[in-house]
């Protein structure tokens, strides 16, 4: 299933989620800029290396660019290709504005943050010996869909569905859209062999994170398990009839003169 959008509107512009995806592009396109040679050096030196962090290995000198534990942050904004970076990108625009909407914008920057450590810490201690870095927001952006799953379960989903030749868009509520993406993690994760090069764990231990801390972070006024938020309704201005004493006698109808309330 792949989302496209939900029918969740917001009181505020989601304006960390449109930074944070712009973020993610500009570096995504210095990236590009560097050439593949390059490209690559700076995925081993920004990126979240396992064995680096917890298993006591050193990079070379010439990549150490940050000490190791400044890669839980340097990690979340590099990507490994456009897919990569689209599919991430996807996500977040389509849930991470209602999040950020019940957190405030500060309060969403420090969990955002909070859910791609915690994703890449677990993904280091599943694996502390591997030397293959980690990168991508996908992390962070899991907190932010465990997030929503408490925020907005029954809120509605448009999901494109493929069907071999066939696609099909149809809503569905978010507890399915979002559950069904956190059992596939759970699931990839059981069968993974290392073979895709998939964070897993990264994906689970970001969406538990965002669950945990929403609560904790969230404002006061927003409730948990909400159908959606609804539309602020158009203000409406009543015009009331003139009294008699507002009125000159004989003057025509369209040029009698108003109250101060009308």
Partial sequence: MIPINDDNPTERPAIVTVALIASCVLVYLWQMSLGEREGQRVIYALGMIPAVLLDGQRLHPALALVDPWVTLFSSMF?????????????????????????????????????????????????????????????????????????????????????LGWFTQLRPLPAVFVLGFYFVLQLISAALDTGEAGVAFYAHIGGFVAGMVLLPLMKRRAVPLFSQRRQPPRPAIRIRRRLRPWEQKPGQPPENRRRGPWD
């Fill in 78 to 162: 590099l990507h490994g290709g456009l897919l990569h970076l689209g599919g991430n990108m996807l996500y977040l625009w389509i849930f991470g504005n209602n999040v950020e909407d019940a957190l405030g914008r500060v309060r969403f920057i420090l969990f955002y943050l909070a859910c791609g450590v915690a994703a890449a810490l677990l993904q280091a201690i599943v694996d502390p010996a591997s030397e293959i870095p980690m990168v991508g927001a996908s992390g962070a952006i899991s907190g932010v869909l465990g997030a929503y799953l408490l925020l907005f379960p029954r809120a509605n989903v448009l999901v494109l569905i493929p």
